[in-house]
């Protein structure tokens, strides 16, 4: 049996979406915003809890223009992630 390059690249495509979002759920579902929001977002104790989603979404949606801007997919894939942790923790409040 032979693999054709498309569908050896959708398989990787498939197995990398899946451990991502699996690394977000698991990470959303151990976020303590006490803990993980002030390196994301800096000082947060004077946000209402819409404020502190609204300025996660922000900080995401610029680390997504960032990775398109230079061309690179990795950008900061960490801390997309970690965004993307917390703001399901936070969502989940």
Do not use: C
Not at 39 to 53: F, K
């Amino acid at each position: 049996m032979t693999l054709r390059l498309e569908d050896l690249r959708a398989a990787m495509d498939e197995a990398a979406t899946r451990t991502v979002s699996q690394q977000i759920a698991t990470g959303a579902a151990l976020y303590v915003r006490e803990q993980h929001l002030a390196p994301l977002i800096g000082d947060w104790q004077h946000l209402s809890d819409a404020e502190i989603i609204e300025r996660l979404q922000r900080k995401l949606r610029q680390m997504q223009r960032l990775t398109a801007v230079t061309g690179h997919w990795t950008g900061d894939a960490n801390r997309v992630i970690a965004l993307k942790q917390a703001l399901a923790g936070e969502q989940r409040r």
